[in-house]
């Protein structure tokens, strides 16, 4: 009898063992860092900025790749293009913007 009793206890411990590390296995994959993007209020327009770990990495108070040293003109537009720069950053892309994508994000320019 008690060895019965010690095998069911002991296979108890296992299961309960095997679902605490599942348990901490999920929970630590999905704790990632996130991108933060903010909007901010320029002379001329708007601008935006990107933080990763509370420190910002991106600062852009001009549209890029334009002959102009202009802000966005609207807050949106800023933010859009804050996003899209923050998705390249997730897929490990180069978080420059070309002046075509500008385009197919209809950024006024």
Do not use: R
């Not at 903010?38 to 549209?63: A, R």
């Not at 933010?79 to 892309?93: G, R």
Request: proline share 2%; net charge positive.
């Amino acid at each position: 009898m008690t060895i019965n009793t010690k095998q069911f206890f002991w296979s108890k411990i296992q299961k309960n063992l095997l679902l605490l590390i599942l348990l901490l296995q999920i929970v630590s994959c999905t704790k990632k860092e996130v991108f933060k993007t903010e909007s901010f209020k320029t002379n001329t327009g708007w601008g935006y900025s990107i933080s990763y770990k509370d420190k910002i990495i991106i600062k852009q108070s001009i549209i890029p790749v334009i002959n102009d040293n202009k802000s966005f003109s609207t807050e949106k537009d800023a933010l859009k293009t804050a996003h899209f720069v923050v998705e390249k950053l997730k897929q490990n892309l180069s978080p420059t913007v070309t002046k075509n994508e500008l385009i197919l994000l209809k950024i006024k320019l």
